[in-house]
């Protein structure tokens, strides 16, 4: 198979990460999947041990100087990074006022400035050859916002609209911007996510919708999507000649994506979500 050139995928210890570093060198990529902690990511690293074209090494999104130091690293052995992809992340339960501001922080520094960091520090070997491909994982929620999930909103929102802007002045170098939109996916969401996701003292007062909520979506993220059916968009994306903005990883999160273009009011989607923190009605699939 021809060698495709060198991909880096973030957040690759697990889930979606781990099933895009398989799907990308079975298309015959050079993949290095990074982990903050490289030493318990240990299905990533038998499969580096199985598979010669793959390798492991350190990179935590939410550090600068660990950024700096893994891109420096791979353009110093590998000479560049033809394909990025985004999937660093985790989410984080909560309503407005359950937050405080380091909550708030925490999210965003993740989901967006870690993003963000990582996409900065490969830009200009992409633009000096004109040639590369970002690919960044947001979610459905990036598109819908859903309940108690204010601040894992906020940041996979803010994700969307920093690509959607980068992208048209990135193509002018030959540089390909892309944003994958999954709904529910069959990975430890629930169990990494920060915030509420446990037991919730009864002196709360979100703590009925908020439980109710949380055992909804763990029954909906148990059969969602594989991790592998959305690496197997991701390395889809990768091969597209002419790869589009957006995606989304199955018809049913096609489906949400288009209520925000059928309905500009708004109304039939706060209707709907709504509808499903009350009753778990089907219909939004977001996290």
């Not at 996409?119 to 590369?132: L, S």
Request: glycine fraction near 12%; proline fraction near 5%; charge should be negative.
């Amino acid at each position: 198979m021809a060698d495709q050139g060198t991909a880096l995928v973030t957040g690759a210890s697990s889930g979606i990460g781990l099933a895009t570093v398989a799907a990308l060198a079975a298309d015959g990529w050079r993949v290095v999947g990074t982990a903050r902690q490289p030493s318990r990511a240990d299905v990533l690293n038998e499969l580096a041990a199985s598979i010669d074209s793959v390798e492991v090494r350190p990179l935590d999104v939410t550090i600068p100087e660990s950024v700096t130091d893994c891109i420096a690293g791979v353009l110093a052995d590998r000479g560049a990074v033809d394909l990025l992809v985004n999937n660093a992340g985790a989410g984080h339960r909560g309503t407005l006022e359950q937050l405080d501001d380091q909550e708030l922080r925490g999210a965003l520094e993740l989901n967006f400035f870690g993003v963000a960091r990582v996409t900065r520090a490969v830009i200009p070997g992409m633009r000096t050859r004109r040639t590369g491909r970002i690919i960044t994982v947001t979610s459905s929620n990036g598109v819908i916002a859903m309940p108690f999930s204010d601040a894992y909103n906020a940041s996979k929102f803010a994700v969307e609209g920093l690509m959607e802007g980068l992208a048209p002045v990135l193509a002018t170098f030959g540089v390909f911007v892309s944003i994958l939109e999954p709904g529910p996916v069959r990975t430890a969401f629930l169990r990494n996510a920060g915030g509420r996701t446990g037991e919730i003292d009864t002196a709360d007062p979100y703590a009925e919708l908020l439980g109710r909520y949380n055992a909804t979506m763990a029954g909906l993220l148990g059969s969602g999507e594989t991790p592998e059916s959305v690496a197997q968009v991701i390395a889809g994306i990768a091969r597209d000649a002419r790869p589009h903005l957006r995606y989304q990883s199955s018809p049913a999160a096609t489906g949400l994506a288009g209520r925000k273009l059928v309905d500009p009011s708004g109304d039939s989607i706060l209707g709907a979500t709504t509808a499903f923190m009350l009753h778990g009605q089907a219909g939004v699939p977001a996290g």
